[in-house]
């Protein structure tokens, strides 16, 4: 069975970071192009990063460039998300996919 | 940045009705490798998405026949013929062809 678990969310203060994670199991993680994508409350689906299969390119959507790091451990089949300098507009939750598979969300709260 | 647009964006239907929700793109979703990476997730209340079709009119393993998907370029549709209780939620269509990623609105279906 295909698994992605997502962990790490919660409150925090605005300009401080927090790091998440996505567990994968169940399928080949290595072989999969991963992203993270997040939803603000009662709003849509927004795309955030996305890494290719080796980790070698990474792609930011503008509005978390130069703050967000997407990065994975293939050999943990483990994707990860570094969030700093957070703001209220990203609070949300936060879902790990590979278009095919998606988490069951962790959220993130940025608040004072 | 492609722009997907929805419609309707709410949809009210009864059990056993057939809808269709409609995707527009501003842009042609035709990749220079020939595919067309347009999809259709479904996000049923309080759960996370669930890929229904894939490339237009790919139907995701263990999603019912009675979702289909059509549609080429700009326009996509995608037609649940036989509206049954489980399939209440929000539908998206979601873009790979250009980056960054992009996501339609959201189609709201509710029982009548």
């Known amino acids: 069975e295909v698994q992605l678990v997502e962990s790490g969310g919660g409150l925090v203060q605005p300009g401080r970071s927090l790091k998440l994670s996505c567990a994968a199991s169940?399928?080949?993680?290595?072989?999969?192009?991963m992203a993270w994508v997040r939803q603000a409350p009662t709003k849509g689906l927004e795309w955030v990063a996305s890494?290719?299969?080796?980790?070698?390119?990474?792609y930011y959507r503008d509005s978390v460039k130069g703050r967000f790091t997407i990065s994975r451990d293939n050999a943990k089949s483990t994707l990860y998300l570094q969030m700093d300098s957070l703001r209220s507009e990203d609070t949300a939750t936060y879902y790990c996919?590979?278009?095919?598979?998606w988490g069951q969300g962790v959220m993130v709260t940025v608040s004072s | 940045d492609v722009v997907l647009t929805q419609t309707p964006p709410t949809l009210s239907a009864t059990i056993g009705q057939s809808v269709s929700i409609s995707c527009r793109s501003s842009?042609?979703?035709?990749?220079?490798?020939?595919?067309?990476?347009l999809h259709w997730l479904l996000q049923r209340p309080g759960q996370s998405p669930q890929l229904l079709i894939y490339s237009v009119s790919r139907l995701e393993s263990g999603v019912p026949n009675r979702f289909s998907g059509s549609g080429s370029g700009t326009d996509f549709t995608l037609k649940i013929s036989g509206v049954e209780a489980e399939d209440l939620g929000v539908y998206y269509c979601v873009q790979g062809t250009h980056a960054p990623r992009t996501f339609g609105g959201g189609t709201k279906l509710e029982l009548k």
């Open positions: 842009q042609s979703l035709l990749h220079s490798n020939g595919n067309t990476y």
């Open positions: 169940g399928f080949t993680f290595s072989n999969y192009y």
């Open positions: 890494i290719t299969n080796s980790g070698g390119s990474t």
């Open positions: 996919t590979n278009d095919r598979y």
